[in-house]
């Protein structure tokens, strides 16, 4: 059974940089599909932020791929994502991710990030 | 690039049958999408991945009540025989060789 678990601070000073890690347990990240980012700002749906293969190829959001690097540790079995120069518009739930097949097939549980002086 | 279209409510009595639906955007009806199933305060659940010719395929554990169907650029979830446990968003998903798109989710109320 594949497990997915996001950690990384909960809160981001405003122009700073969001850092989170998703580690995963039950199944190698280097037979994923994708390894995948994906927020959901409060009240609102979900919103793809970018994603990285287990070749290292990655695709990001037009809307935020100038802030945005999604990359993996296969050692560790974990893939991060950093989000540069944040505002409140960046204030979400984040969520780590896994597809097989195309589809996001794993979810992670999900960790609030506020920002905020 | 795809966008997936849904209607941002339902609602439907308890025991009775629902369907939902997402449209994918001009020129994209034969995607491939999946649905998820979002409970309030909850993570996003995979429910199943729906083929255009209306071949579907279900995530472990996810009721027989649930189910898949297809008309032209239309992707239908049924649920039938519903229960309170099923009032969530349903948010639809699909992608390409350099994008993913979440549909902005149907929220579901059982009467």
């Known amino acids: 059974q594949v497990q997915l678990q996001e950690s990384g601070p909960g809160l981001v000073k405003p122009s700073g940089t969001l850092s989170l890690t998703c580690g995963v347990s039950g199944g190698s990240i280097s037979s994923s599909d994708w390894c995948i980012w994906v927020r959901q700002p409060p009240g609102r749906g979900l919103e793809w932020i970018g994603e990285i293969s287990h070749r290292g190829s990655t695709s990001y959001n037009p809307s935020i791929k100038s802030r945005v690097i999604v990359s993996q540790d296969k050692p560790k079995n974990q893939f991060s994502l950093e989000l540069t120069s944040v505002t409140a518009a960046d204030t979400a739930v984040y969520y780590c991710?896994?597809?097989?097949?195309?589809?996001?097939?794993?979810w992670g549980q999900g960790i609030l990030v506020t920002v905020s002086s | 690039q795809p966008v997936l279209t849904q209607s941002s409510s339902a609602s439907a009595s308890l025991g009775s049958s629902v369907k939902l639906t997402c449209t994918l955007s001009?020129?994209?009806?034969?995607?491939?999408i999946a649905w998820h199933q979002q409970q309030p305060g909850k993570a996003p659940r995979y429910l199943m991945r729906l083929e255009g010719s209306g071949s579907y395929t279900k995530g472990s554990g996810v009721p027989d009540r649930f189910s898949g169907s297809t008309s032209g650029a239309d992707r239908y979830l049924t649920i039938s025989n519903l229960q309170f446990e099923d009032e969530a968003d349903y948010c639809c998903?699909?992608?390409?060789?350099?994008?993913?798109?979440f549909g902005g989710g149907t929220k579901l109320t059982v009467l």
């Open positions: 998903e699909t992608w390409d060789s350099n994008t993913r798109v």
């Open positions: 991710a896994r597809s097989e097949g195309g589809s996001v097939v794993y």
């Open positions: 001009s020129g994209h009806s034969s995607y491939i």
